[in-house]
Each structure stands twice: as structure tokens, then as C-alpha cells.
């Protein structure tokens, strides 16, 4: 007989940041043009979480880990620095009402509005799908490499974006 762990619940909330003005120029009018594609649409868009600090990503990390709420594992990155949410070049849409729980429609017409937009849609990856997640498509990687890392210490984040054809 299996034995079942049960995992206490999860700590506060570490503040997540929403503002667009965290994002990388070129990424920030993709986002603006897709929640505008949206609306035209009647689907009602909230730009969830734009740049994410460790301390946020690590209380990411930790959902079916070291706690849980019932949502099981949110993330696979536990830095800020293994995700494009740490550069400013990735967002999380909602609908701004049903947040997750959005119907399929919403989630599909993202992901098109997405691509037509020259980003990458999270909910395209076959491993672990993440239907709110949307980052920039030009030159990189699915995720971040050190080199990110390292730009981003000798030359803030709009090194970064440089290189990647976002600023």
C-alpha cells in the first residue's frame, strides 16, 4: 500500500508585478496588440504577471513540492533566471473575469493571436503545456541560457532585449 504525503499549505503570497513597463519594448506592443486583438473579440484580457522576481519564482516552485493548495506543480523554473519572466520577456494573460478558468475558446483564440503577433504561446508545448503564458519569439531559446544571466549584470535587462531583437 502506497503511502500519501500531505503537504502543508503554502506560505503568504510573495507580490507579484503586472505593470507593462517591466517588459522589454518590442514584447510590451506584441502584448498590447494580442489583448487588443482580443477585445476585438469580446474576450477580455488581464495581463496577469509580467517580470518576476526570485523570491516569487522560488514561491512558484514550491506549489506541489513543499506545499500545496490542490493546483499541484505550477512551474519547473525555481529562479526567476530559468524562466523569461525574469528578463521582462514573457507575461501571463488571463481572461480577466474567469482568470483560469476561461473557456477553451479563450485559450485558443490567445494562443492564435499569439503567433500572429510573432510570440510564443506556452499552451503549444506538448511537456507541460501552460495555456496563460505568452514570451517574446525572436532569437531565443524556450528558456534562458547564463549567458541572459550575464548580460543582464553587465548591462541591465535592455542588454538582454538587444540581444534578442526585443528592445
Not at 513597463?21 to 469580446?42: N, Q
Request: glycine residues 8%.
Amino acid at each position: 500500500m502506497r503511502s500519501v504525503i500531505t503537504l502543508p499549505p503554502p506560505p503568504p503570497e510573495i507580490p507579484r508585478l503586472s505593470a507593462l513597463e517591466h517588459l522589454a519594448p518590442r514584447f510590451r506592443d506584441a502584448v498590447i496588440a494580442v489583448c487588443e486583438e482580443l477585445a476585438t473579440k469580446h474576450w477580455p484580457a488581464l495581463v496577469y504577471e509580467t517580470l518576476r522576481t526570485d523570491p516569487r519564482q522560488q514561491w512558484l516552485f514550491g506549489f506541489g513540492r513543499r506545499y500545496s493548495d490542490g493546483r499541484g506543480i505550477v512551474t519547473n523554473s525555481e529562479d526567476a533566471d530559468e524562466t523569461w519572466h525574469g528578463f521582462g520577456l514573457a507575461v501571463d494573460i488571463v481572461h480577466a473575469r474567469r482568470y483560469w478558468l476561461a473557456p477553451e475558446e479563450f485559450w485558443a483564440s490567445l494562443g492564435s493571436a499569439a503567433r500572429r503577433h510573432g510570440l510564443v504561446w506556452g499552451g503549444d508545448w506538448p511537456s507541460f503545456p501552460d495555456r496563460p503564458h505568452l514570451q517574446w519569439g525572436g532569437r531565443m531559446r524556450r528558456s534562458p541560457s547564463p549567458r541572459a544571466a550575464r548580460l543582464r549584470e553587465s548591462g541591465g535587462l535592455p542588454a538582454v532585449w538587444a540581444e534578442v531583437g526585443a528592445l
